[in-house]
């Protein structure tokens, strides 16, 4: 087997080759991407063995997306980045000891995260004393014995902070949650805090849920399904086999993005032979190339012909039952829209009217339409705003609560929504901490606790003393990195729980830990016998996750152990909650849940059955909505487009094919013609022309803040690209110096990494 980290590079990247961008994705190249480095780091026995269990229900559950299971599974039921996320976890290269002496953390700074992920797993936890620049070995129950002493010494536990990655189960998220606020805080960031907080914001002030209202089965009943800031090609790929399902039952997509995507275009289905041998599905029937924060502004102008529809066909356009019985708000909406300026949104959206006079007509011309959309649109100043424009559209036509149509945001990592649903938010409701309180005898805190971005501000102001991460790669993943890290450094006590190396081991406070842990790959082997864990998706299914491959070095822990462990070290028997207990048997842990969080009444049964369950569901289940009006609401949102200044570009973010979140798997982009590298801007050839600039120059991102000095992503190739005019792009997590940290979204407060005003500078004009 070849070893990875024989050939890990670093940037900068001296071999960086830029070609075509494609116009097709997955077909025989996805099969040969996904098993090459699989087979060339794990070898064919290890291999098979994982890809066999991927997905499968008694297998366990992919770790590189949230998109959801279709009932009937195929044999090979993952997508090429799902095989690169398991080759990841499941490599049996391992982290040595030796690593640590050889190794100071400051060499280690200047590594990048694809190297650092390629050193293998951790194994042993390690711990970085006071003064010293290298991590050293330490014992299980020193490490514990020594975090329990930091936290109990604290003047109050609202300074310390808990992250949690969505990686983590609903066992270990419900357990870490439990012990946080049996130490007396709410602080609890998570990574939905910098994804999909938008999307809970805005569907919880309109619906009265913040997931999903659809089911996997309704994309195949869709008359049409509006993909809007998304790229399911790259990072939830299965979503593309949804969407032909689509097509081939005679619906219709639309694509609306900045920047066209390969699996939009056309998909090779691997399972299909027309995948493999033939042309494959064209995917959207219509592109709209937005204008980067554009989306606001085009949902606005569709209501509107919606309106207008209606009023020149009195009672035919319109759900009339529908919005009279179950929703408030038509009257003010109307209203509001009927004002509503075609200039200004066409400097919006950079769209022509007879582009979105189309798109119209399609959602006028369908009976049930799906609007599905990720971080394209929850990472702007005005998200919020823009999802609930989503619901206007929705529900002037009923398009919530009927087979085949509803709202669907797609989440990021695994078990996000189900670690929500666990009870990991800073601000839980509450009849939740109410039931905390009934289950377990305290008195849970009321006060809300810091998110993500008020926990960088609370490490830089000193209001912060311990830091404690379950998973995740928090400095590398939230803006403002050079701010970000200084605030990491000024914590006494940083912990991470993890299974590989990445940037948040390398930037820590004064002490810092690591806790090795199993992978979702592994068999967990506790007291009573092998446990399995459970997550919930995309569309509120809920399914156990069983590890498949024995873990890869003696002595590891699951995180539900080292959270029981934490809590029983700092706690004691503080309650009376048996930490030991739940440790050994996962089944007394859904047991409590049942008792606290709803749609969980038998816990322990239903997610035994086959496939699991899927949880209540209001809007999508009986068109109930639990708003403080027990109606859906209708709402007016004021319209704000983002202006370009002369000689400056609108630049997002996104990943590269070969990544998820902050890890990287490879250093290629396949789709977009990228290889050997990751220092480039993507920017339309026209604005590279005003610009001065040429295909193939290197230059300077330098990003703008009123009163602040500049943020400068340096040396980057600039590569001539189909972007939307006036935008451009850049690789995530590089590019998020660039962000600064008090650039938020309204009411969400996630990081607006999709909208960052930059100019372009060659470096000799810097000099």
Same mark, same amino acid.
């Given at each position: 087997?070849?070893? %990875?980290?024989?050939?890990a590079?670093?940037? %900068?990247?001296?071999?960086?080759?830029?070609?075509?961008n494609?116009?097709?994705?997955?077909?025989?190249?996805?099969?040969?991407?996904?098993?090459e480095?699989?087979?060339?780091?794990?070898?064919l026995?290890?291999?098979?063995?994982?890809?066999?269990?991927?997905?499968q229900k008694?297998?366990?559950?992919?770790?590189?997306?949230?998109?959801?299971?279709?009932?009937?599974?195929?044999?090979?039921?993952f997508?090429e &980045?799902?095989?690169?996320?398991?080759?990841?976890?499941?490599?049996?290269?391992?982290?040595?000891?030796?690593?640590?002496?050889?190794?100071?953390?400051?060499?280690?700074l200047?590594?990048?995260?694809?190297?650092?992920?390629?050193?293998?797993?951790?194994?042993?936890?390690?711990?970085k004393?006071?003064?010293?620049?290298h991590?050293?070995?330490?014992?299980?129950?020193?490490?514990?014995?020594?975090?329990a002493?930091r936290?109990?010494?604290?003047?109050?536990?609202?300074?310390?902070?808990?992250?949690?990655? +969505?990686?983590?189960?609903?066992e270990?998220a419900?357990?870490?949650?439990?012990?946080?606020?049996?130490?007396?805080?709410?602080?609890?960031?998570d990574?939905?805090?910098?994804?999909?907080?938008?999307?809970?914001?805005?569907?919880?002030?309109?619906i009265?849920?913040?997931k999903?209202?659809?089911?996997?089965?309704?994309?195949?009943?869709?008359?049409?399904?509006?993909?809007?800031?998304q790229?399911?090609?790259? &990072?939830?790929?299965?979503?593309?086999?949804?969407?032909?399902?689509?097509?081939?039952?005679?619906?219709?997509?639309?694509?609306?993005?900045?920047?066209?995507?390969?699996?939009?275009v056309?998909?090779?289905?691997?399972?299909?032979?027309?995948?493999?041998?033939?042309?494959?599905? #064209?995917?959207?029937?219509?592109?709209?190339q937005?204008?980067?924060?554009?989306?606001?502004?085009?949902?606005?102008?569709?209501?509107?012909?919606?309106?207008?529809?209606?009023?020149?066909?009195?009672?035919?356009?319109?759900?009339?039952?529908?919005?009279?019985?179950?929703?408030?708000?038509?009257?003010?909406?109307?209203?509001?829209?009927?004002?509503?300026?075609?200039?200004d949104?066409?400097?919006?959206?950079?769209?022509?009217?007879?582009?979105?006079?189309?798109?119209?007509?399609d959602? *006028?011309?369908?009976?049930?339409?799906?609007?599905?959309?990720?971080?394209?649109?929850?990472?702007?100043?005005?998200?919020?705003?823009?999802?609930?424009e989503?619901?206007?559209?929705?529900?002037?036509?009923?398009?919530?609560?009927?087979?085949?149509?509803?709202?669907?945001?797609?989440?990021?990592?695994?078990?996000?929504?189900?670690?929500?649903?666990?009870?990991?938010w800073?601000r839980? %409701?509450?009849?939740f901490?109410a039931?905390?309180?009934?289950?377990f005898?305290?008195?849970?805190p009321?006060?809300?606790?810091?998110?993500?971005?008020?926990?960088?501000?609370? *490490?830089r102001?000193?209001?912060?003393?311990?830091?404690?991460?379950?998973?995740? &790669?928090?400095?590398g993943?939230?803006?403002?990195?050079?701010?970000?890290?200084?605030?990491?450094?000024?914590?006494?006590?940083?912990v991470? #729980?993890?299974?590989?190396?990445n940037?948040?081991?390398?930037?820590?406070?004064?002490?810092?830990?690591?806790?090795?842990?199993? +992978?979702?790959?592994?068999?967990?082997?506790?007291?009573t016998?092998?446990?399995?864990?459970?997550v919930?998706?995309?569309?509120?299914?809920v399914?156990a996750?069983?590890?498949?491959?024995?873990?890869?070095?003696?002595g590891?822990?699951?995180e539900?152990?080292?959270?029981?462990?934490?809590?029983?070290?700092?706690?004691?028997?503080?309650?009376?909650?048996?930490?030991?207990?739940?440790?050994g048997?996962?089944?007394?842990?859904?047991?409590?849940i049942?008792r606290v969080?709803?749609?969980?009444?038998?816990?322990?049964?239903?997610v035994r059955?086959e496939? +699991?369950?899927? *949880?209540?569901?209001?809007?999508?289940?009986?068109?109930r909505?639990?708003?403080p009006?027990?109606?859906?609401?209708?709402?007016?949102?004021?319209?704000?487009?983002?202006?370009r200044?002369?000689?400056?570009?609108?630049l997002?973010?996104?990943?590269?094919h070969?990544?998820?979140?902050?890890t990287?798997?490879?250093?290629?982009d396949?789709?977009?013609?990228?290889?050997?590298?990751r220092?480039?801007?993507?920017?339309? %050839?026209?604005?590279?022309?005003?610009?001065?600039?040429d295909?193939?120059?290197r230059?300077d991102?330098?990003?703008?803040?009123?009163?602040?000095?500049?943020?400068?992503?340096?040396?980057?190739?600039? #590569?001539?690209?189909?972007t939307?005019?006036?935008?451009a792009?850049?690789y995530?997590?590089?590019?998020?110096v660039?962000?600064?940290?008090?650039?938020?979204?309204?009411?969400?407060?996630?990081?607006v990494?999709?909208?960052?005003?930059?100019?372009?500078?060659?470096?000799?004009?810097?000099?």
């Open positions: 087997m070849a070893d %990875p980290r024989a050939t590079a670093d940037g %900068p990247y001296p071999d960086l080759e830029v070609g075509h494609k116009t097709w994705a997955v077909g025989a190249p996805g099969i040969l991407h996904s098993m480095p699989a087979l060339a780091h794990m070898g026995s290890r291999t098979a063995r994982l890809a066999l269990a991927i997905n008694d297998g366990f559950d992919c770790m590189s997306c949230a998109w959801p299971d279709p009932g009937h599974r195929n044999t090979l039921e997508c &980045n799902g095989m690169k996320a398991t080759t990841w976890e499941a490599t049996p290269i391992t982290v040595p000891r030796s690593f640590w002496a050889e190794h100071s953390l400051t060499s280690l200047d590594r990048s995260e694809y190297w650092l992920g390629q050193q293998g797993r951790l194994t042993e936890p390690v711990h004393p006071a003064g010293s620049d991590y050293e070995p330490i014992s299980w129950d020193d490490a514990f014995a020594l975090v002493r936290l109990n010494a604290l003047d109050s536990p609202d300074r310390a902070a808990f992250y949690t990655s +969505g990686r983590a189960s609903n270990a419900f357990l870490y949650q439990l012990f946080v606020r049996a130490l007396g805080t709410n602080n609890l960031p990574c939905s805090n910098m994804c999909h907080e938008s999307t809970g914001t805005a569907l919880n002030a309109t009265g849920i913040g999903s209202t659809v089911a996997y089965d309704d994309f195949g009943k869709a008359d049409l399904v509006i993909v809007m800031g790229n399911p090609g790259t &990072n939830h790929p299965r979503m593309l086999t949804a969407l032909e399902e689509t097509k081939r039952n005679g619906g219709r997509v639309v694509s609306v993005n900045v920047l066209p995507e390969a699996g939009l056309r998909y090779k289905n691997p399972q299909k032979v027309r995948g493999l041998l033939g042309k494959g599905t #064209v995917i959207a029937d219509r592109f709209l937005i204008r980067s924060g554009g989306d606001m502004a085009l949902l606005q102008a569709l209501s509107k012909r919606v309106l207008d529809a209606e009023d020149a066909a009195p009672g035919t356009v319109l759900d009339h039952a529908f919005l009279a019985d179950r929703t408030s708000g038509l009257d003010a909406l109307r209203a509001h829209l009927a004002h509503l300026d075609e200039a949104v066409a400097a919006a959206t950079g769209l022509d009217v007879g582009e979105i006079d189309a798109l119209a007509a959602y *006028l011309a369908a009976d049930r339409v799906i609007i599905t959309w990720a971080m394209g649109l929850t990472q702007h100043r005005k998200a919020v705003a823009t999802i609930k989503i619901v206007n559209l929705l529900l002037l036509r009923g398009n919530i609560g009927k087979p085949g149509a509803g709202a669907s945001p797609i989440r990021g990592h695994s078990n996000v929504q189900g670690d929500r649903t666990m009870g990991i800073e839980m %409701p509450e009849p901490l039931g905390l309180d009934r289950e005898g305290f008195s849970a009321r006060k809300h606790g810091y998110d993500a971005l008020q926990t960088v501000h609370g *490490l102001d000193g209001d912060l003393d311990v830091f404690v991460a379950l998973g995740g &790669n928090f400095v993943a939230i803006s403002d990195t050079a701010a970000a890290e200084a605030a990491m450094r000024g914590a006494k006590l940083t991470q #729980v993890s299974t590989k190396l940037r948040s081991h390398v930037v820590t406070g004064e002490e810092a830990l690591i806790l090795p842990t199993l +992978g979702r790959t592994e068999v967990d082997l506790q007291a016998g092998p446990q399995f864990v459970s919930e998706d995309s569309v509120c299914a399914h996750s069983h590890g498949a491959i024995p873990p890869v070095a003696e590891l822990r699951s539900v152990a080292i959270v029981c462990a934490l809590a029983s070290a700092t706690l004691g028997d503080r309650y009376g909650i048996p930490w030991s207990a739940f440790a048997d996962y089944d007394l842990i859904r047991d409590r049942s969080v709803p749609g969980f009444s038998d816990y322990n049964t239903d059955r496939g +699991g369950f899927v *949880l209540p569901n209001g809007p999508r289940d009986e068109r909505f639990d708003t009006t027990g109606r859906a609401m209708l709402t007016v949102n004021e319209l704000e487009h983002l202006e200044p002369a000689g400056r570009l609108i997002q973010t996104l990943r590269s070969d990544q998820f979140n902050t990287i798997y490879g250093l290629n396949r789709y977009r013609g990228i290889r050997k590298g220092d480039v801007v993507f920017v339309h %050839p026209d604005d590279l022309a005003e610009l001065g600039l295909d193939g120059d230059v991102v330098v990003s703008e803040w009123p009163g602040q000095p500049d943020r400068t992503l340096a040396n980057q190739r600039v #590569v001539a690209y189909p939307a005019r006036g935008c792009a850049a995530y997590p590089e590019a998020n660039l962000i600064p940290l008090e650039s938020a979204a309204e009411e969400s407060n996630t990081p990494s999709k909208a960052v005003i930059v100019r372009l500078e060659r470096p000799t004009e810097r000099a």
